[in-house]
């Protein structure tokens, strides 16, 4: 078996390297790519790229259309069953490829797998505990419709057939912050993920993040990509709704205790 994961990057030099650190360091009954589509950076990162010296690893570095248009652009160049998503940011756990061939290896059913994701500051300092049980209690409660109410499920920790994204379809490029969750959607449309109750990943929140700067904007946006896929459940509707101001009022109280 075969894991393909995809890397956009843009100006993540400092963060880079340890991202690159914790997908090369997997090991496990599985051959690994590792695809790093990076969108013209000057700080440093092509310098860095062109010093990996594994066959395992390869780049290109262009502007492009953002995040989405990226991965995209990735996803055409995977040659692996299983492909995974990482921002040029966040960590993997060790073993958690492993984890993933297991799965995917031992139930040929299964056409995708989420798995729990930490959080991290700049300084790699776990944080944000308290949010990353809620999402763990809420993924262990997952169905579609609470799916459709809120989004419970962490980008770094989500890995899929590569058929399966054919069928789910591409990222929209139109979307600045969610695009994430409109795959999801897709993807919850034909069939339920697997959940495994391990954490695979590590999120990282710094000022120079998009997720680092929570604001409405995204909130709003997550709503919008959602009412594509309500269908008249008006419950669903409004349950999502009050979440987005429930988050939102949430990471204000944050900011203002500095937590």
Known sequence: MKISIITPSLNQCAYLR?????????RGDFELQWV????????????????????????????????????????????????????????????????VA????GRPEVQWVVGQCGIVDSQGRQIREAVTGYKNRSLRKYSYRKLLRENMIS????????????????LDEKLHYTMDYDLWLRMGRLCEPVRVERELARFRIHGQSKSGKVNRGQFDEQYQVAMRY????WRSRWAHRFNVEKIVWAYRLMRMVRW
């Open 230 to 233: 309500f269908n008249g459940d």
């Open 102 to 105: 297991r799965v995917f290896a």
């Open 36 to 99: 790093v589509v990076d969108g013209g950076s000057t700080d440093g990162t092509i310098q860095l790229l062109r010093e990996v010296n594994d066959s395992r690893v390869s780049w290109t570095s262009e502007p492009d259309g953002g995040q989405a248009a990226a991965v995209n652009k990735g996803l055409a160049k995977v040659e692996g069953e299983i492909v995974g998503w990482l921002n040029s940011d966040d960590l993997y756990q060790p073993g958690a490829l492993d984890e």
């Open 155 to 170: 980008q770094p920790a989500v890995f899929w057939r590569k058929e399966f994204v054919g069928r789910a379809g591409a």
């Open 18 to 26: 340890q991202t690159m650190q914790s997908i090369l360091s997997q």
